[in-house]
T-cell receptor
């Protein structure tokens, strides 16, 4: 079946940039997403990118998509303590609303 | 953005009892809602797709009789964990998709805050 993978942990110093990586296996994925989950809370959509794009920027967030390698990354510039959370990447196929989630990357900010 | 609310946020119950979790779209109508469960330190696993006015579609391996889903209105879906056992303890999250102009589907979902179920 389809698989979405992420590294489990990432630690970054406050003020530095964080880069969270994700790989997926389904070449027919049309939408790719990044969600943020804070402790005890549901998921908050941060951003998404269509598969025909290779980059999307939204304030401190930059999403890069390498469709050939099926690699997605989320860069958070000037990482703050409030960015501490688990970040999930997910993909879906157009017309199919099911999302397949990665295992999540726990981002820890070092003061 | 759109708001999806779950109730209760957490529930503790005895083994063998049934627990109902509600998922409401507060400011939009959702013909389709999704139920996920999340085990500690794991990702979200889709359990079922809830369709208003029709039967839910369950993912492979999810017991229909165990996890009853009812989507009686365009703003409410419920998940009932019947005869709950300790292994059913988990974080249950629902999501709903807003309808967009022209009927296009960006696949953007809004998630509830989650409901933590602990079965003793």
């Amino acid at each position: 079946g389809e698989d979405v993978e992420q590294s489990l942990f990432l630690s970054v110093r406050e003020g530095d940039s964080s880069v969270i990586n994700c790989t997926y296996t389904d070449s027919s994925s049309t939408y790719l997403y990044w969600y943020k989950q804070e402790p005890g809370a549901g998921l908050q959509l941060l951003t998404y990118i269509f598969s025909n794009m290779d980059m999307k920027q939204d304030q401190r967030l930059t999403v890069l998509l390498n469709k050939k390698d099926k690699h997605l990354s989320l860069r958070i510039a000037d990482t703050q303590t409030g960015d501490s959370a688990i970040y999930f990447c997910a993909d879906s196929y157009f017309g199919n609303e099911k999302l397949t989630f990665g295992t999540g990357t726990r981002l820890t900010i070092i003061p | 953005g759109a708001v999806v609310s779950q109730h209760p946020s957490w529930v503790i119950c005895k083994s063998g009892t049934s627990v109902k979790i509600e998922c409401r779209s507060l400011d939009f109508q959702a013909t389709t809602m999704f139920w996920y469960r999340q085990f500690p330190k794991q990702s979200l696993m889709l359990m079922a797709t809830s369709n208003e006015g029709s039967k839910a579609t369950y993912e492979q391996g999810v017991e229909k009789d165990k996890f009853l889903i009812n989507h009686a209105s365009l703003t409410l879906s419920t998940l009932t964990v019947t005869s709950a056992h300790p292994e059913d303890s988990s974080f249950y999250i629902c999501s709903a998709r807003t309808g967009l102009a022209g009927g296009s589907n960006t696949g953007e979902l809004f998630f509830g805050e989650g409901s933590r179920l602990t079965v003793l």
